[in-house]
């Protein structure tokens, strides 16, 4: 047996310049960072020649072609894993409320089943073979930000460029802007799951109208560098944080609702410096950033929603522990 922990991420600012449909035309970026919420994947042989898969349901089948489960379906014909083998996934937060739940159980699946089969990747080609995956084999109407942050870990500025390569750029930051990054950070649970895709789909659709938007977006995550680095001015970085909200929201797509908009603009008139609606919108988690003097204020004016704490994992995907026995052979068959 063999368990991989994976970061989920949040991001800051860029998203929607990570679809296909934005950086084929011009370079695309992101602003994002891991936490110490993670998806665990552990694999292990199986005595009997069929596939069990645990997730919220659990898949006894003859073979692949038969699990429901796409994701854990595809990466194993990707990596040539087809019997005699049990998977089970847990997860930190649940799917489909903005933190790459999805991107970080294939990131770490693929980790956990190339390990399993011998071979080690590095945290480029996971995140290659997660977007291969995800968006070329299944079609979802994803963008590439949240693979490469799964995999790489950290706190990064991502480029996607037009001609398809992505580049990885850790933020060079102090360990007191970290610390007060955290420390400042409130991360508030809404309460609605939603399927991103729709949302997404729409977005990429909508892409070519809203390219002058999506563009000062990606600008965006390029100058919240500066306060995150030498500079340390967090003041600022909340200031572009609620910039970004502006921007997100004049796309429309559903991205937010009333319930949201009132938590916002009650957090803000509470001391919040600014803030976002983690992944694509619709749901899942409100990130709002405050001197922690205004904390209790925020809490108590959004009437004390449940919220997760949270520390920056500066590690991508990896292997976190290894049984003593581990008996596959390259085919997928038991030894």
Not at 57 to 71: F, N, Q, R, S
Not at 275 to 302: N, Q, T, W, Y
Request: aromatic letters at 8%; one cysteine or more.
């Amino acid at each position: 047996m063999l368990i991989t922990q994976t970061p989920n991420r949040v991001s800051f600012a860029g998203g929607g310049t990570d679809l296909k449909a934005f950086y084929e035309n011009e370079f695309g970026a992101v602003l994002s960072v891991t936490i110490n919420h993670h998806m665990y994947v552990t694999v292990s042989p199986r005595f009997d020649e069929t596939v069990r898969v645990s997730y919220t349901k659990t898949e006894i089948t003859d073979g692949i072609e038969a699990i429901e489960h796409d994701l854990v379906r595809e990466a194993l014909r990707l990596t040539g894993l087809s019997r005699h083998i049990e998977i089970t996934t847990v997860g930190d937060v649940p799917g489909g409320t903005g933190m790459g739940s999805s991107s970080s159980l294939t990131a770490g699946l693929l980790q956990a089943l190339y390990a399993f089969r011998g071979d080690i990747m590095t945290a480029e080609r996971i995140a290659e073979d997660a977007c291969r995956i995800e968006i070329d084999i299944l079609g979802h109407p994803i963008g590439k930000q949240d693979q490469y942050a799964a995999a790489f870990g950290g706190l990064n500025y991502i480029r996607f460029n037009p001609t398809g390569t992505v580049d990885v750029e850790p933020i060079p930051s102090r360990p007191e802007i970290l610390q007060r990054l955290e420390a400042e950070t409130l991360i508030f649970y809404t309460q609605i799951q939603r399927a991103a895709n729709s949302i997404l789909k729409e977005q990429s659709e909508g892409t070519a109208g809203k390219m002058s938007i999506l563009r000062q977006m990606r600008d965006l995550a390029g100058e919240m560098r500066g306060p995150l680095t030498g500079a340390g001015d967090l003041e600022e970085f909340g200031r572009l944080l609620h910039e970004g909200w502006e921007l997100k929201r004049s796309l429309g797509f559903v991205i937010t609702n009333q319930g949201i908009d009132d938590w916002y603009h009650a957090a803000r008139k509470a001391g919040a410096l600014g803030g976002k609606l983690l992944g694509a919108g619709g749901g899942g988690f409100l990130m709002v950033f405050a001197p922690e003097d205004c904390h209790d204020s925020i809490r108590e004016a959004l009437g004390r929603p449940r919220e997760i704490t949270f520390k920056i994992d500066r590690r991508g995907s990896r292997i976190i522990f290894i049984s003593d026995h581990q008996s596959l052979v390259r085919d997928g068959g038991y030894s």
